[in-house]
C-alpha cells in the first residue's frame, strides 16, 4: 500500500498558501466535517498530515481526489444483501426440502461462518480499492495512483510545467445534482491523458490546477 497517510506536517512553498488559490475552491473541513469525515473525503483541499510515497522536499499537495462517495453505492448495497441473505436463503431451502431436517447444526454453523468471510472480504476490497486509489495534484506535479487490485497498482506522474491543457465532462442529473465529474488532463509527458473520473467538484478542481499552471508559467518567466 502507498504511504499516503503519515502524521507530518507538509513543507512551505511559494505556492503552498491558500491566497494562491481561488477562494470558491476552498473547503474547511475542521467546521464541516469530524476527522474521520476528513480521513475518507473524497475531496481533499490542501489536506494536513498527509503525504504520498514519492513526494519530493517543498512539495505540497493542493489536492487529493477519490472518486465521489455515490460511485460506492452499488457494492455497498451488495454487501448488505449479501449480509442478510443467509436468514433468507436458509428458511427457503429448508421448506423447499433442498435442505434436510437432519443436516448437522455444525455443518450450517460452518456455512455461515464462511459466508460472512466472503461477504467481509468482498466489502473490504472494494473500500481498499477506493480508498487507495487517488489523484493528487502538488504545487508540482500531477500524480495518479489506481490500484487494479490489492497486490497490482498503476502509478503515473508528470510535472505541472507539462500539462497542455485541463477539461471536464460532466453529464446527466445524478453528477450535476451530487456535483461529480471527469477531470482530463492533457499533457505532454509519456502518459498522454491523466483521467480523475468520477470526483467531486470538477470544476474546483480545473481552477486549482489551471492556477498552479499559471504560477509555474509565471516562474518560467521569472528564470
Known amino acids: 500500500m502507498p504511504d499516503i497517510f503519515v502524521s507530518q506536517p507538509p513543507p512551505t512553498s511559494p505556492v503552498s498558501s491558500p491566497a494562491d488559490i481561488p477562494i470558491n475552491t476552498v473547503e474547511n473541513p475542521k467546521s464541516k466535517f469530524s476527522y474521520l469525515g476528513k480521513l475518507f473525503s473524497s475531496y481533499m483541499f490542501m489536506p494536513d498530515g498527509v503525504r504520498f510515497e514519492t513526494q519530493e522536499p517543498g512539495e505540497t499537495i493542493m489536492l487529493l481526489l477519490r472518486k465521489h462517495w455515490l460511485t460506492n453505492i452499488g457494492w455497498v448495497l451488495i454487501s448488505v444483501v449479501l449480509l442478510f441473505l443467509p436468514f433468507i436463503l436458509l428458511p427457503m431451502l429448508k421448506l423447499s426440502g433442498t435442505l434436510p ?123
Do not use: C
Open 101 to 223: 431436517e437432519t443436516t448437522p447444526a455444525s455443518w450450517i454453523s460452518l456455512f455461515i461462518l464462511a459466508w460472512y468471510l466472503l461477504t467481509f472480504s468482498y466489502f473490504l476490497v472494494n473500500f481498499l480499492l477506493w480508498y487507495f486509489t487517488v489523484s493528487i495534484v502538488t504545487n508540482e506535479r500531477i500524480v495518479d495512483i489506481d490500484f487494479i487490485n490489492l497486490l497490482n497498482k498503476k502509478f503515473a506522474e508528470t510535472r505541472v510545467a507539462r500539462v497542455e491543457d485541463v477539461t471536464m465532462r460532466t453529464g446527466g442529473f445524478i453528477r450535476s445534482f451530487f456535483d461529480y465529474g471527469d477531470v482530463f488532463v492533457q499533457t505532454a509527458a509519456k502518459e498522454a491523458v491523466f483521467q480523475f473520473l468520477a470526483v467531486p467538484h470538477p470544476e474546483k478542481v480545473v481552477m486549482v490546477i489551471n492556477k498552479i499552471m499559471g504560477v509555474e508559467e509565471e516562474e518560467g518567466e521569472v528564470h
